[in-house]
T-cell receptor
Framework: EAGVTQFPSHSVIEKGQTVTLRCDPISGHDNLYWYRRVMGKEIKFLLHFVKESKQDESGMPNNRFLAERTGGTYSTLKVQPAELEDSGVYFC?????????????FGPGTRLTVT | DQQVKQNSPSLSVQEGRISILNCDYTNSMFDYFLWYKKYPAEGPTFLISISSIKDKNEDGRFTVFLNKSAKHLSLHIVPSQPGDSAVYFCAATAINDYKLSFGAGTTVTVRA
C-alpha cells in the first residue's frame, strides 16, 4: 500500500511569487491534514479535511494560504503571494477515522524556501 | 501559544544505555498522547501512544509514562540502538478532537 506522497519535495521561490503544494493521501483515507514546521520549531496544525470539506482551518496563518481537496482525493495548498516567514517544511497526513487517537500517517514533507 | 513542550533539543546516549525523553503539556483537555519518530527527509512516523486512563504503556524497547497531575510524560528507550538516532516528537490531542499539538522535538544521537 502506497503511503502519503507529497510534491514537490523542495521548492525555492522568491518573495511575492506563488507556490502550490500537492498531497496524495493513502487511498481510502477520508481525513487529510496539513501541518507546518518552521525553523526547527514545533510542528503546527494548519487545517483538516474530511473528504472534500474543510472541518477546521483554524491553524491557517492568513488569507494568503488556500487549501483545496478536489473530490475528496488529493489536496493542494497554495501560498499566494509568498512571504519570507512562509519558509518551512509542510507536512501532509491522512487517517481513516476521526479523532486524534486514530493514527495519522505523514508524508515526507515539502521544504519551502522563500528568498 | 505552545501547549506541548520538549525542553531538551538534543540527547546523546551510548549504545545499550537508556534514553529518556521528556515532554510537558499545559492543556488539561488533552487526554491522548503520542510519540512520533522522524528521520531526515522523511515524515514523522507513529511510535507509541498512551491514553489518560493509563500511566504506562510498553511496546518492546519503548515505554511511555504519563503523570497527569504533573502534566508530564516521558519516553524510555531501553536499550538504545544506533537505528534509534532520530528526532522524537511528543504530541497530544483530545479524544473528541483530531488535530495533533506537537512539541519542538528532541534529536537523539546514539553513540556506538
Amino acid at each position: 500500500e502506497a503511503g502519503v506522497t507529497q510534491f514537490p519535495s523542495h521548492s525555492v521561490i522568491e518573495k511575492g511569487q506563488t507556490v502550490t503544494l500537492r498531497c496524495d493521501p493513502i487511498s481510502g483515507h477520508d481525513n487529510l491534514y496539513w501541518y507546518r514546521r518552521v525553523m526547527g520549531k514545533e510542528i503546527k496544525f494548519l487545517l483538516h479535511f474530511v473528504k472534500e470539506s474543510k472541518q477546521d482551518e483554524s491553524g491557517m496563518p492568513n488569507n494568503r494560504f488556500l487549501a483545496e481537496r478536489t473530490g475528496g482525493t488529493y489536496s493542494t495548498l497554495k501560498v499566494q503571494p509568498a512571504e519570507l516567514e512562509d519558509s518551512g517544511v509542510y507536512f501532509c497526513a491522512s487517517s481513516q477515522g476521526l479523532g486524534g487517537w486514530d493514527e495519522q500517517y505523514f508524508g515526507p514533507g515539502t521544504r519551502l524556501t522563500v528568498t | 501559544d505552545q501547549q506541548v513542550k520538549q525542553n531538551s533539543p538534543s540527547l546523546s546516549v551510548q549504545e545499550g544505555r537508556i534514553s529518556i525523553l521528556n515532554c510537558d503539556y499545559t492543556n488539561s483537555m488533552f487526554d491522548y498522547f503520542l510519540w512520533y519518530k522522524k528521520y531526515p527527509a522523511e515524515g514523522p512516523t507513529f511510535l507509541i501512544s498512551i491514553s489518560s486512563i493509563k500511566d504506562k504503556n510498553e511496546d518492546g524497547r519503548f515505554t511511555v509514562f504519563l503523570n497527569k497531575s504533573a502534566k508530564h510524560l516521558s519516553l524510555h528507550i531501553v536499550p538504545s540502538q544506533p537505528g534509534d538516532s532520530a528526532v522524537y516528537f511528543c504530541a497530544a490531542t483530545a479524544i473528541n478532537d483530531y488535530k495533533l499539538s506537537f512539541g519542538a522535538g528532541t534529536t537523539v544521537t546514539v553513540r556506538a
